[in-house]
Every structure is written in structure tokens, then in C-alpha cells.
């Protein structure tokens, strides 16, 4: 990542959260339904709404903090739309997390990696393999 970009990014969206401005106030508010519709969707595993609301909440993020999208985000976000239901970018952009939901996992690593050897910008990007328990965490207490 990019400190920083990073640092300065909030810094911004802190000052305009202070300022209580109601583009910034409500968007919060999206973050907040975005994040429970998203748990909802994963408990009833609909991953295509999962998807949609990773498009919707990194459609906000950006409105929160004006120019935290790197291109090269934006570029992979484009290129990736035939393939992915959504995607987003964790932390506060300038160079951290992205994920995205494929529509079709098995090949998603293959077209990922297509994109970075054609994308200059791209280099040393990593790619991570990465799949939804359908069980989900299952705890078990031993006496």
C-alpha cells in the first residue's frame, strides 16, 4: 500500500464526517444496510446478491473517500465485469485488498492472472485463492 495516499484519504473523510455533510452522513448510513444485507445474503447463500452488494458498498466507499480507487482498480473492476457479480477493496484504498465474487470460481484465477501479465501497473500484484464455507464455523466444546 501507499501510506500516504492512505493516511491522506482519511483524513479527508474524517474532516467530512466532522462536517456532518448529508452526501457523507447518508452514505454511512448505505455502508450500514449494505454491510447487514450482505450478512443476510451469505446466510441464505445467495452469493449473486453478495456480489451485487460488494458493487453497491465499494460504490459508496469511493463516495466517502473521494479518490481512493487507484486505477489500476478501476481498470481490473472493468475488465473483471463480464466475470464477477462485484467487488470491492478493503482498508482505505491507494493500494490495499481487492476481492471480487466470481460467477465462475474454477476460473477465476486464470482470467486474474490473464490481467496482470497484460496490465503494466500490475506488477507484483498477487493473486489469492479463496472460497465461502458453505457449513460455515462449526465450534465444539470438550470436557
Known sequence: GRTRLARNI?????R???????????TAGKLVEYSK???KALVEG????????????????KIMA??????????FLAYL?????GGTMA??????????????????????????RDTEEATGFEVYDASLDPTGLCVQVVD
Open 10 to 14: 482519511l483524513q479527508e473523510v474524517v
Open 37 to 39: 444485507a450482505c450478512s
Open 81 to 85: 465485469s463480464p466475470y464477477i457479480y
Open 91 to 116: 482498508g482505505a484504498g491507494g493500494g490495499g485488498f481487492m476481492y471480487v465474487m466470481m460467477k465462475e470460481p474454477d476460473t477465476g484465477k486464470e482470467i486474474v492472472e490473464r490481467i496482470i
Open 46 to 61: 445467495d452469493i449473486e446478491q453478495v456480489g451485487q452488494i460488494m458493487h453497491m458498498y465499494w460504490q459508496a466507499k
Open 66 to 75: 473521494h479518490g481512493s480507487e487507484p486505477s489500476v482498480v478501476a481498470h
Open 16 to 26: 467530512r464526517w466532522y462536517g456532518q455533510l448529508e452526501l457523507i452522513v447518508s
